[in-house]
């Protein structure tokens, strides 16, 4: 198979899996992903022989999420499997690389084995780096825009299962806000309320986006305004944490 018969391949296998909420919901993520994929190879003007493997690897990113749900009705890796890792397996069995060259295959493949990582691992190769951050600032930028659609259709008190069951009016960890301050990612084992998750993607403005050109994105898209005033809203006790870790996100993005 060539590079540019994914997307078509991805959606014919996509077909194979029962038309469910779940899965509708991860096809859908996976065409942003692919689309925020090209919009800041764009902006960052891509070398053209990185482009066709980037925007494969935001397609297949998360291809493994289809069995996941499948198999065990979750996609909480913690209690089944790391689903990045299941998307590598799920395109070697399936072949899609294999007409590509090992430099391709292993470039491709690194960017989905890393992108749910909290950092990246030290040396990678050039090209691996610049696709493995590609795919994350994607991703992260298809975080923002799911969490933009749950805080204005009011979708999140009726499902808590999206934030573990943590309560959605709690306070935010002062753990998490340093962080934030310090531009350092954030432990997820540190998250103890909804706010955290919010101050989590306020945080990746900070240190998280790899790319000017997500950086960008993420300005014109508004992204912090909207967490700022859903956080005003949400935990209005907390309102001085929210105005400083939204200036730090905001003067971060600018820069
Ligand atoms: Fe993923």
Request: with cysteine; net charge negative.
């Amino acid at each position: 198979m060539q590079l540019h018969d994914i997307p078509a391949a991805f959606e014919a296998y996509a077909d194979g899996f029962p038309a469910e909420d779940m899965n509708r919901l991860k096809r859908d993520h996976t065409r942003r992903v692919a689309a925020n994929a090209r919009a800041i190879m764009d902006g960052e003007a891509f070398p053209p022989r990185l482009r066709p493997l980037g925007e494969a690897a935001a397609w297949l990113h998360d291809l493994g999420r289809f069995r996941q749900y499948t198999q065990y009705r979750t996609f909480s890796d913690r209690v089944s499997v790391n689903h990045a890792l299941l998307s590598c397996a799920e395109l070697l069995r399936l072949g899609w690389l294999d007409d590509a060259d090992a430099p391709t295959r292993n470039a491709i493949l690194r960017a989905i084995e890393c992108h749910n990582l909290r950092d990246l691992p030290p040396c990678l190769p050039p090209d691996e780096l610049a696709l493995a951050h590609l795919v994350r600032d994607a991703d992260k930028l298809d975080i923002y825009t799911v969490l933009d659609h749950a805080i204005e259709t009011d979708y999140l008190p009726s499902h808590p299962d999206v934030y573990w069951g943590l309560p959605l009016d709690g306070p935010p960890s002062p753990k998490v806000l340093a962080a934030l301050e310090r531009g350092d990612s954030v432990d997820y084992a540190d998250i103890a309320s909804f706010a955290d998750f919010v101050f989590i993607q306020l945080a990746w403005c900070n240190g998280g986006l790899h790319y000017r050109a997500s950086r960008r994105l993420a300005l014109e898209r508004g992204e912090v305004e909207i967490r700022r005033r859903y956080l005003l809203t949400l935990i209005p006790a907390h309102a001085a944490a929210v105005e400083r870790a939204c200036a730090i996100a905001t003067e971060a993005l600018r820069r």
